[in-house]
């Protein structure tokens, strides 16, 4: 079973791309997020392509911001939207916002994410965003005490100064605050386990790269795209990987998805196989 986690920050602009990754890599089961449509236009766009690869698909969209899916061709069952007692933004007891969609495949709860930025720490942002982890840690409670959760997507949270290219160029940011990586492993200490870095320990492995000149062929990038899994289906991997190969190119999203491999590897272990990063620079950060 290969399960596929991408933030395509448009699905409309990565149409050119997607459907063709989609053939080669074959997963069963894929997380979007940001797909930035609502939800009668992304079925306009897509239901039809993805119902003749024999995929079902369930999306959670409500405007041009955001929205996250959960294709799968392994069942797609008890599909929720939203999270258990998710605040709304600006004003935690008003609308919420497209971030969250769940739903059963082939035995697994599935929750595609995307996590709050959060801005600045002083912006109210921020605490939205930690507002916002508490009720998906909430939400993944039950099915992580089941050992079935697997919780992929866009956390916006380094979980380690090894996940970011320089930490000294986050000091002051989001992304790897304490109060964000404390909601993260809160979140982990359900059960859960990074099956990315549980592969690859002690290498450089990066998710994400900021458009700007150099930085992905510099591998000045982070690692906030993650796939958090239940121990039982954590111990089920066979190989996990970061498909670099779909951040190169004509309009790549500024995320590669995240591959993991459950019970068997059909392509193989594509372990972190990056360019030597040249001496980084002080740019700004995300």
Same mark, same amino acid.
């Given at each position: 079973m290969r399960i596929? +986690?991408?933030n ?13 990754w989609l053939d ?7 997380? &979007?997020?940001? +797909? !930035? &449509? ?5 079925a306009? &766009?897509? %239901?039809a392509?993805?119902? #003749?690869r024999g995929? %079902?698909? @369930? ?26 007692g %998710? ?9 919420t %916002?497209?971030?969250a969609?769940?739903?059963t495949? @082939?035995?697994l709860?599935v #929750? ?8 600045t720490?002083?912006d109210?942002?921020y605490t939205? !965003? &930690?507002a916002w982890? *508490?009720?998906?840690?909430d #939400? ?8 079935? @959760?697997?919780?992929c ?6 979980? +380690?100064? *090894?996940?970011v290219w320089d930490?000294a160029?986050f ?11 404390g909601?993260?492993?809160a979140?982990?200490?359900?059960g859960? /386990?990074?099956v990315v /870095?549980? /592969? ?12 700007? *000149? ?6 000045l990038g982070?690692?906030?795209d993650?796939?958090?899994?239940s121990?039982?289906v954590?111990?089920? +991997?066979?190989? @996990? ?10 309009g790549p ?9 459950l019970?068997?590897a059909?392509d ?10 040249? !001496?980084? !620079?002080r740019?700004?950060?995300?």
């Amino acid at each position: 079973m290969r399960i596929a +986690t991408w933030n395509v920050n448009s699905v409309t602009a990565r149409m050119p791309r997607f459907l063709p990754w989609l053939d080669q890599r074959r997963p069963d089961v894929v997380c &979007l997020q940001e +797909t !930035k &449509l609502p939800d009668a236009a992304f079925a306009d &766009l897509l %239901e039809a392509e993805l119902a #003749t690869r024999g995929y %079902e698909v @369930a999306h959670h969209g409500l405007s041009q911001w955001n929205g996250v899916a959960i294709v799968s061709r392994v069942g797609l069952d008890d599909v929720v939207r939203g999270l258990t007692g %998710e605040p709304g933004f600006p004003d935690p007891d008003g609308p919420t %916002e497209a971030r969250a969609i769940s739903a059963t495949c @082939a035995g697994l709860r599935v #929750t595609s994410v995307y996590v709050p930025n959060g801005r600045t720490p002083d912006d109210p942002h921020y605490t939205y !965003k &930690l507002a916002w982890l *508490a009720a998906l840690r909430d #939400t993944v409670a039950d099915a992580a005490a089941e050992g079935s @959760a697997v919780v992929c997507g866009d956390m916006n949270i380094a979980p +380690t100064d *090894a996940d970011v290219w320089d930490p000294a160029v986050f000091v002051d940011s989001t992304h790897v605050t304490p109060a964000e990586r404390g909601a993260l492993a809160a979140l982990v200490e359900l059960g859960l /386990r990074d099956v990315v /870095r549980d /592969r690859w320990p002690d290498d450089r492995v990066f998710s994400y790269w900021d458009y700007r *000149a150099g930085r992905f062929h510099q591998d000045l990038g982070m690692r906030i795209d993650l796939v958090l899994a239940s121990d039982p289906v954590a111990s089920r +991997t066979k190989a @996990a990987w970061i498909d670099r190969q779909a951040r190169k190119g004509t309009g790549p999203s500024d995320h590669a998805p995240v591959m993991v491999d459950l019970d068997e590897a059909p392509d193989g272990d594509i372990g972190p196989v990056v360019p030597p990063p040249s !001496k980084p !620079k002080r740019l700004p950060a995300r």
